[in-house]
């Protein structure tokens, strides 16, 4: 016998202390089961309180044939989104991400659009017509992609509306990258240990989220290399961006005495310590250092604005102009799509990887 559509029964219980509060009960394995929603100050009307439990519903009744007959909105899907996808496979970080563009930009013009009305042209028309920079539109065009894909898994949609919405990322301004002359001027006004940082991470070509997670045990003094394994965002410690940018870089001479001077001021020393630890011996705030220290000295140094990204730029474009090949370029700057590149050209090894990035080194600080 085929299972009915389960609605559930939503009821409001009252309490002796405090706002009553809307309750759920659904059978599930043959028992009752129940959920308290939300206060009534919170959910006033049934309505609200409809809503706040769609995503469950359709949870309850995911394995359900039925489930294809009864309509799930933008708004539910994105909660049980959140709920049963983005909490197991993203960083926190990431998840705090998604929830801003779907609270932002996505719920209040598609939360209550049913799925699968969803068309593309009407998407596309929407994001052309947003008022919002190419790249915040492209991150709303990537993630109701992402979105999508999942109901595509849950066999709620039979096909993704997103895929044939087109939207540029292509970046408005280049983005900056140093001379030679200009990275000596803005060393020439850092104090330590913030020349040291930049010395860093622009002759290593690191992301920032890298070079703040990076230890003294990653570091391999007498071989010249470095582990790059870990990554720090909002205080979160994690595994790299990617698979790709876990690897081990040469390590330039120079910049190994640099990080040994460093290592020789420095109270965290140990092996498990941040090389750029703070005062606590915790990974600093990127935004700090770059507010109060690296933007002040870019505007004494007359080089103008700069970020984080610039020195990762200034890496990429000395590679390319002092005639690294396009497979060391990748390896160095350790690129999600390495594989790509490995098919098409003959993998560096390590000896052609160093004489690039020890090139790079004298060209940027030493010369």
Wanted: with cysteine; proline share 4%; hydrophobic share 40%.
């Amino acid at each position: 016998m085929q299972a009915r559509y389960q609605y559930g029964n939503l009821t409001v219980r009252k309490r002796k202390k405090g706002p009553n509060v809307w309750q759920f009960r659904w059978i599930e394995s043959g028992r009752l089961k129940s959920l308290l929603i939300g206060t009534v100050e919170k959910l006033p009307t049934q309505a609200d309180a409809q809503r706040a439990v769609e995503h469950l519903r359709i949870k309850i009744n995911a394995q359900n044939p039925q489930q294809q007959f009864h309509d799930v909105t933008v708004a539910a899907l994105i909660e049980r989104f959140m709920t049963d996808y983005a909490s197991k496979h993203c960083r926190k970080h990431t998840q705090k991400g998604y929830r801003g563009l779907f609270e932002n930009h996505i719920k209040p013009r598609w939360g209550t659009e049913f799925v699968h009305n969803v068309e593309s042209l009407a998407v596309g028309d929407w994001l052309d017509a947003y008022p919002h920079s190419r790249q915040v539109k492209s991150h709303i065009r990537t993630l109701f992609h992402i979105l999508f894909q999942a109901a595509l898994r849950w066999k709620m949609v039979e096909q993704n509306p997103i895929s044939l919405v087109r939207q540029s990322q292509r970046r408005l301004k280049t983005p900056r990258a140093l001379t030679p002359v200009e990275f000596k001027a803005l060393l020439a006004v850092l104090r330590e240990p913030f020349k040291t940082m930049v010395i860093t991470i622009a002759c290593l070509g690191l992301r920032v989220c890298e070079l703040l997670a990076l230890q003294w045990g990653d570091i391999d003094f007498g071989n010249l290399t470095v582990e790059i394994q870990r990554s720090i965002v909002s205080g979160e410690i994690n595994p790299t961006k990617t698979e790709a940018s876990e690897s081990s870089l040469p390590l330039d001479p120079d910049l190994a005495e640099a990080l040994l001077q460093h290592r020789a001021r420095v109270v965290y020393s140990g092996v498990s310590d941040f090389v750029f630890a703070g005062a606590t011996g915790k990974p600093p705030w990127k935004d700090s250092i770059l507010a109060d220290h690296l933007k002040p000295a870019a505007t004494k140094a007359g080089i103008g604005n700069i970020g984080w990204h610039t020195f990762r730029h200034t890496y990429s474009t000395l590679l390319h102009s002092l005639g690294a090949t396009p497979a060391v370029q990748k390896e160095l700057l350790r690129h999600a799509d390495i594989r790509t590149t490995l098919d098409i050209y003959t993998h560096a090894v390590s000896d052609e990887k160093r004489e690039a990035a020890c090139k790079l080194a004298q060209t940027l600080w030493k010369m």
